[in-house]
C-alpha cells in the first residue's frame, strides 16, 4: 500500500493569472541569492497549474528544487512505508534466517553484537511506523482548526469548574491533550457529536496506537529488575495491530475531509 504525496499549499491559479509565466517552472539561473523558501508556477501533468511552496536543498554547491511535501501525507507515508519493511521482514527474512528447533518453533541466532540483525530491524521499523502515524495524525488535527476557530470547554481548578476558552495557538500548544481533541474538539469544531458513532472501532484503535506511541517515546525504567524493564512496552507494541491503526486513521481523516488521503490505484490498502 502506498498513499499519494499532495504539495502544500497546493493553490490553483487561472489561466490568466499564469498567462506570462513560463512551462518550466525553474528558469536557468544559478543559485546566488536564492531564498531557503520558493514559491513557484508550475504545470502538472494533467495540465493543472498551481502555485505551490518550496524548500530547496543543498548538496555539494547545487541547490535541489521541489515542491514541499505535505507533513501530514509524508509523515503518515513514512509510517506505512515502514509497516510495509517490518511485514516484509518477517515474511522474508525470518524463514530465512531462523533455525528450527521444534514443531513450529524458529531461533534467529544470537549473532556477536548480542542481537539478531533481522529481529532488530523488524522491531525498530515497527516502532518507527507507529511513532510517524501518530505524528500525521496530530499534524493532520492542528491542519483541520480554522485559525479563528475558539474552543470552549470547561476546566476544573481547586474544586471549582468554569469555562475556558483556548484559541489555535493554545490549542497547539498543548493545552488541550491529544485524547481530549479527538473524544470532545473534534466533534464541536464539525459541529456533528455524532461523528464518532459510525467510527467507534476507528476511534478505539487511533487511541490505542496513542497510548502505544506514548510508552515508546516515554520509555519507563523503573522495573523490578531488568528483566522486566521494557518488556511490558515492547511486548505490547508487537501485538499491535498497526494494519489496522493505519486503516482506522486514514478513515478518520477521510471522513473529516474527503478524499484528503488517496491511495495509488496499483496498491490500495490490502
Given at each position: 500500500?502506498?498513499?499519494?504525496?499532495?504539495?502544500?499549499?497546493?493553490?490553483?491559479?487561472?489561466?490568466?493569472?499564469?498567462?506570462?509565466?513560463?512551462?518550466?517552472?525553474v528558469k536557468k539561473t544559478d543559485s546566488s541569492g536564492l531564498s531557503n523558501q520558493l514559491v513557484m508556477f508550475v504545470k502538472f501533468k494533467n495540465g493543472e497549474e498551481r502555485v505551490i511552496r518550496c524548500r530547496p536543498v543543498r548538496h555539494l554547491n547545487n541547490l535541489y528544487v521541489s515542491a514541499f511535501p505535505n507533513p501530514v501525507h509524508l509523515f503518515l507515508s513514512a509510517a506505512i512505508e515502514h509497516f510495509n519493511q517490518s511485514e516484509e521482514i518477517k515474511k522474508t527474512n525470518f524463514p530465512k534466517c531462523g533455525k528450527k528447533i521444534g514443531e513450529d518453533i524458529y531461533i534467529l541466532d544470537i549473532e556477536e553484537n548480542g542481537t539478531h540483525e533481522c529481529y532488530n530491524h523488524y522491531i525498530k521499523y515497527r516502532s518507527s511506523s507507529i511513532v510517524m502515524l501518530v505524528a500525521s495524525l496530530e499534524a493532520f488535527l492542528n491542519h483541520i482548526i480554522p485559525n479563528d476557530y475558539e474552543y470552549k470547554t470547561r476546566r476544573t481548578k481547586n474544586g471549582i469548574s468554569k469555562e475556558v476558552v483556548f484559541s489555535k495557538k493554545k490549542i497547539e500548544s498543548g493545552a488541550v491533550s491529544f485524547n481530549e481533541k479527538i473524544d470532545t474538539l473534534i466533534p464541536k469544531m464539525l459541529n456533528d457529536e455524532s461523528f464518532w458513532?459510525?467510527?467507534?472501532?476507528?476511534?478505539v484503535s487511533i487511541k490505542n496506537l496513542y497510548r502505544n506511541r506514548?510508552?515508546?517515546i516515554h520509555l519507563k525504567t523503573n522495573a523490578n529488575d531488568d528483566l522486566t524493564a521494557y518488556f511490558n512496552v515492547i511486548d505490547e507494541m508487537l501485538d499491535l495491530d498497526i494494519f489496522g491503526c493505519i486503516d482506522a486513521t486514514t478513515n478518520f481523516m477521510n471522513s473529516v475531509e474527503k478524499d484528503f488521503i488517496e491511495f495509488n490505484i496499483e496498491t490500495g490498502l490490502q
Open positions: 500500500m502506498k498513499i499519494k504525496i499532495p504539495p502544500y499549499p497546493n493553490f490553483k491559479i487561472t489561466k490568466k493569472a499564469i498567462s506570462d509565466v513560463e512551462n518550466q517552472s458513532t459510525d467510527l467507534e472501532s476507528e476511534k506514548k510508552n515508546i
